[in-house]
């Protein structure tokens, strides 16, 4: 369950406002944003590519989107939250 949070309180992310946990996989020094797990990293770049590709389909779209971008969430170097490099 997400809980929205305070600016004020230090673990609240200031891109999405929601608490974090003090531990996970990857933080972002920008936005204060925890990646509790490095799946849950993967599954949140492909939900955001999914959105890309439902709101620019192109050309081969789908490919790009199943075939494209990393499989390894170590890949992942940008926060997915505020875009800024981990």
């Known amino acids: 369950m997400k809980v929205r949070c ?13 608490l974090m946990p003090k531990r996970g996989y990857q933080h972002c ?5 925890v990646y509790r797990t490095r799946w849950h990293l993967l599954a ?3 939900s955001e590519r999914w959105q890309y590709s439902r709101t620019f389909p192109g050309e081969y779209g789908l490919l790009r989107l ?6 390894r969430p170590s890949k992942i170097n940008f926060c997915q939250c505020c875009i800024h490099d981990f």
């Open 29 to 33: 020094a920008e936005c204060g944003h």
């Open 66 to 71: 199943l075939f494209g971008g990393p499989w």
């Open 6 to 18: 305070e600016e004020s309180d230090p673990r609240c992310c200031a891109g999405c406002h929601e």
């Open 44 to 46: 949140v770049y492909r």
